[in-house]
């Protein structure tokens, strides 16, 4: 496995565990803790399915699992954007998990859309070659120097 794909394991996990430590100071009354339990939900499942992604046994099962972890990074990001438009929580800790949510929602978009190009493509050996230059990625506004390799 690439160091960027260990690096994006790991930074997953803190995210999920820094979510974890933000949603226990929700408040106990609705929407309080619907908001726990879909954000717990989705953050949590950003890091575990990524990693099931890194372990994916084909390229077909790793677009899969990356398509998954890109639509839970997206939820993710969308109830943590309701807790602030709510006011349920001000925290500086929330910007910057919104911060770091859209990073990740970011990375996780561009990297399913790359598998699928690669998919669509019928490449045999789905990896880029060294020195070749990787398929274009769809234009967003953040900035992403480098894509871990599909297993």
Known sequence: MSAIAEELKA??????????A????????EPGPTAQHQ???CATSVAFNYRAA??????KEYTARIGVVAEESD????????????????????TRLIAESRELA??????????RYRE????DDQRPKRGGAN?????????????????
């Open 11 to 20: 930074r997953t996990m803190r995210f999920a565990l820094d979510v974890c």
């Open 22 to 29: 933000l949603i226990s100071l929700l408040p106990s009354t």
């Open 39 to 41: 954000l717990a939900r």
């Open 54 to 59: 890194c372990r994916g046994r084909s390229h």
């Open 75 to 94: 939820e993710t990001l969308g109830w943590l954007e309701f807790i602030e438009a709510a006011h349920l929580l001000r925290s500086s800790e929330l």
């Open 106 to 115: 970011a990375i996780m978009s561009a990297s399913y859309g790359t598998a």
């Open 120 to 123: 669509r493509q019928g490449d």
């Open 135 to 151: 398929p274009p990625i769809p234009q967003s506004n953040y900035p992403i120097t480098r894509l871990p390799d599909p297993p």
